[in-house]
């Protein structure tokens, strides 16, 4: 009797993209540092293939903390169930409280803080834009509900709302994460025509 072959001979199908992301992601969050190299080699990917994917380990640990960031905030809405400006305040103070409270950005901090500052607030990044696109979204649901109207243009406010939290959490002193959560709400809900 002749065996059945059940897959492919030779070399078995590379990682994908996906699982380099995921595994940073794990690294990530274990409070460990998000080495390229070795992802890579524990994919058996070449350090080129993960090039290609991320250019750089920045812009890795860029698209690990902006995915986190957008599943995140889903799933912080998700368990809200007002609607209108107290939602998005909650939904947002609830973001800040979890961010600082992250093990793997306080150890992001600890090591690298210049770099973990940069990644996190650069106009010109991958977490920032993707923060604010997030954050815009969740507004215009409300909007669409009929249940916000805001004072301003929703880019505008979505942009103020990220900008407000990097200044109120992170620090550019030796500690790295200021996490002045109280001042923020209060300064959010006034943003969303709420008191504190």
Do not use: K
Request: proline share 3%; glycine share 8%; net charge negative.
């Amino acid at each position: 009797m002749t065996p059945v072959l059940t897959g492919r001979p030779g070399r078995p199908a590379a990682a994908t993209r996906e699982a380099a992301l995921a595994l940073a992601t794990d690294r990530f969050l274990a409070g460990e540092r998000v080495d390229v190299r070795a992802i890579a080699a524990e994919l058996g990917l070449a350090r080129a293939t993960m090039h290609r994917w991320f250019g750089t380990r920045a812009a890795l640990l860029g698209e690990v903390l902006a995915a986190l960031g957008e599943e995140r905030l889903l799933v912080i809405r998700g368990r809200i169930s007002a609607t209108g400006a107290d939602a998005l305040l909650d939904c947002f103070d609830g973001f800040n409280r979890e961010l600082v409270a992250t093990a793997g950005l306080r150890a992001l901090f600890v090591q690298e803080q210049e770099r973990a500052l940069h990644i996190l607030t650069s106009s010109a990044g991958i977490v920032q834009p993707r923060m604010v696109a997030a954050i815009e979204r969740l507004i215009c649901a409300e909007v669409e509900d009929g249940a916000f109207t805001p004072a301003m243009a929703t880019g505008t406010l979505a942009y103020a709302i990220v900008r407000l939290a990097e200044s109120f959490l992170y620090n550019d002193a030796i500690i790295g994460i200021r996490g002045d959560t109280e001042r923020l709400r209060e300064v959010q809900a006034l943003l969303l025509g709420l008191t504190a």
